[in-house]
């Protein structure tokens, strides 16, 4: 196996001068062959601008095709790749350009500000970085890494303090890729249809490279609109998504089993997907969604099958190579017992920079990754998961994880989407709170004749706060800090001690 991811990625496309790559609706489509002459423009640029190997490149761009190139350039240049949301605040990137310490920063045209470091921008209008790879004439040299090296840098979402950049090898990405494309079954026909960003592990690494490993087209949007996605889905085979583009889809009319017919494969991941929205999918399109579980730290964990039953509210079995067990206590759970997640295996993370302390934290003293996800193993090795370590709740001296209480009130006729969270109470620590978007009328009388079977009194939800919109993330991830910041002062003045 070559250690460097690029030439992995490019291999299968070899001799395959015309195949299509990428299909960009405002231009011309590209193929790979194109792409990969883009990367040695890119990479030859780079090397004007003093990129070593082993440097970090710290890229704040829009999604493009240029970006794309970029990526692939500073793999073919040994260079470390570090993506940013291009959302992020001026104080956010200054500390990520002080951590990561990129010998070079690249924004798009019109987006520049201060850093220590050199700058250029990115662009086909005015890009400092796209005019210089224009006018070289490229390079086909690949700096040969090992499988050790690394590849890229993401920085974790920072939910329990500053953002951690996790180093990511290319081993690590070939393997997870590799794994991902063999169990999805990609093959050359098939057409992906990508909505999602680049800057993250779901739409750079699990979404292109399973493309890529088996030279197939991507039709390249810029971002997720229902009506454009619409437009393309009769032209794709596979789209990948999270759980809020598929509930934004499910509510337009357009979306039904004749649009979905020539479809081989949804799948859905970053956000859990409630059993409801699973159903609704299938009544309404005859497919089923195929859900999978993953982190920064260690790309795709597991998957539901591509051939056998997918099960709502399990995220599947884990992934060739990877091993998987479920603890508690520095004991392995038995089946069905709640537990911490606890992975192994090529596709892990090499450790958080510059942070030694947090690394060996986040590891077992066997060489597990502690993932920090509650969940189950059923008899048949599929995982289930009850949510984050961090999300539990204590209240009154017990334990509450809020997927289970969330499960019960997404089957609740007037409710289209929840979340619980715990919020400080004066009497029990914690009170159960939950947040609610409703299709109807609501009864907290209902609501508590519905629950008296399902859920033992001291889970249940002490308020219950109508909301219109759940803050989230660029990726769909419920944002469950920002609710306990934003009503942290709810429970101030209880009188309800249960």
């Known amino acids: 196996m070559e250690s460097n991811l690029f030439e992995v990625l490019r291999k299968p496309s070899d001799g395959k001068t015309e195949k299509i790559f990428l299909r960009d609706p405002d231009g011309e489509p590209l193929t790979y062959s194109e792409v990969f002459k883009m990367s040695g423009r890119y990479s030859a640029a780079l090397h004007e601008c003093g990129v070593k190997e082993g440097d970090r490149v710290l890229v704040k ?62 662009g086909k209008i005015n890009g400092s970085l796209t005019s210089l790879a224009e006018s070289l004439p490229g390079t086909d040299q690949v700096t040969q890494r090992s499988g050790s090296d690394l590849a890229a840098m993401l920085y974790t979402s920072g939910t329990t303090g500053k953002p951690k950049g996790a180093m990511l090898s290319h081993r690590g990405l070939i393997a997870n890729a ?51 996605i619409l437009d393309h889905l009769p032209e794709a085979t596979v789209m990948m998504g999270v759980p809020t583009h598929y509930i934004r889809l499910l509510g337009t009319s357009r979306f039904d089993y004749d649009m979905c017919a020539h479809m081989r494969l949804f799948t859905s991941g970053s956000a859990p997907m409630s059993t409801l929205v699973h159903e609704k999918f299938q009544r309404q399109t005859g497919h089923r969604i195929l859900e999978r579980y993953g982190m920064t730290e260690a790309g795709i964990i597991t998957s539901n099958p591509l051939k056998g039953e997918r099960i709502p509210g399990t995220v599947g079995f884990p992934l060739p190579g990877v091993k998987l067990r479920v603890a508690q206590d520095d004991r392995e759970c038995g089946i ?61 001296g017990e334990n509450i994880y809020p997927k289970e209480i969330e499960l019960c009130l997404e089957e609740f006729h007037s409710i289209d989407e929840c979340v619980v969270v715990g919020l400080p109470h004066p009497d029990l620590g914690e009170a159960v709170t939950a947040f609610l978007i409703l299709n109807g009328e609501f009864s907290e009388a209902a609501m508590d004749q519905y629950l008296q079977s399902r859920v033992a009194n001291f889970k249940k939800p002490k308020k219950y706060v109508i909301v219109d919109a759940l803050p989230r993330n660029a990726m769909g991830k419920i944002q469950r800090s920002k609710l306990r910041e934003e009503y942290s002062s709810l429970f101030s003045d209880a009188e309800d001690h249960d």
Request: aromatic fraction near 8%; hydrophobic fraction near 40%; glycine fraction near 8%.
């Open 61 to 122: 761009v829009e999604k493009s095709i240029d970006a794309l190139a970029l990526y692939l350039a500073c793999l073919q240049s040994g260079a470390i790749y570090v993506p940013s949301n291009p959302r992020n605040t001026v104080e956010e990137t200054e500390y990520l350009s002080q951590d990561a310490e990129p010998s070079l920063v690249v924004f798009s045209h019109g987006c520049v500000q201060n850093v220590n470091s050199r700058s250029e921008t990115l």
């Open 178 to 228: 590799i794994a991902l494309h063999d169990i999805w079954g990609f093959e050359p026909e098939d057409v992906l249809l990508h909505c999602l960003p680049v800057f993250h592990v779901h739409g750079l690494f699990v979404a292109l490279h399973c493309s890529m490993l088996s030279a197939s087209e991507v039709i390249f949007l810029n971002k997720f609109e229902p009506d454009i």
């Open 336 to 396: 069905g017992e709640l537990g911490v997640v606890e992975i192994q295996g090529d596709h892990l993370f090499s450790g958080y920079w510059k942070q030694p302390e947090k690394t060996a934290a986040a590891f077992s003293q066997d060489g597990f990754l502690i993932t920090g996800d509650i969940g189950s193993i059923d008899e048949n090795g599929r995982l289930s998961l009850q949510g984050r370590s961090n999300d539990m709740m204590i209240s009154g």
